[in-house]
């Protein structure tokens, strides 16, 4: 009888160490950021602006079309009345860059991002 008890137990134990029973912990609340939030003309745009633009609207041009895109100021204009995204990500009336080719759907949706928060400085 001794033995039945004492091989029980150890069942028990074995049985009972053996289980891992997975219990959920809960995720404290995290408040999700929005990539777009980050996105800058200083910090992002301004270099894909400087490699794929300027070379065609800036101030050397007497008819820098929709103008010199070295300031600011003088894209953000475009972004917020929609004629960037209008040119540069459909292509309509033509796309943009006129030389060379289409950018990358990731620069695309790069300029799309900053044009939708409200092209941050």
């Not at 074995?14 to 404290?28: G, Q």
């Not at 895109?69 to 040119?87: C, D, M, R, V």
Request: glycine content about 4%; overall charge positive.
């Amino acid at each position: 009888m001794k033995i039945k008890t004492f091989c029980a137990l150890i069942f028990g134990i074995i049985l009972f160490t053996a289980c891992d029973k997975k219990v959920a912990k809960p995720t404290p609340s995290v408040v999700t950021v929005n990539k777009c939030d980050t996105i800058t003309f200083s910090k992002h745009i301004s270099k894909i602006v400087k490699k794929r633009c300027v070379n065609c609207h800036n101030e050397k041009f007497i008819d820098a079309p929709n103008g010199d895109f070295n300031y600011y100021s003088n894209l953000k204009e475009k972004a917020l009345n929609g004629k960037l995204k209008s040119y540069v990500v459909d292509g309509v009336p033509k796309i943009m860059p006129k030389f060379g080719t289409k950018l990358p759907q990731d620069t695309l949706d790069l300029i799309i991002c900053w044009i939708n928060n409200g092209a941050k400085e």
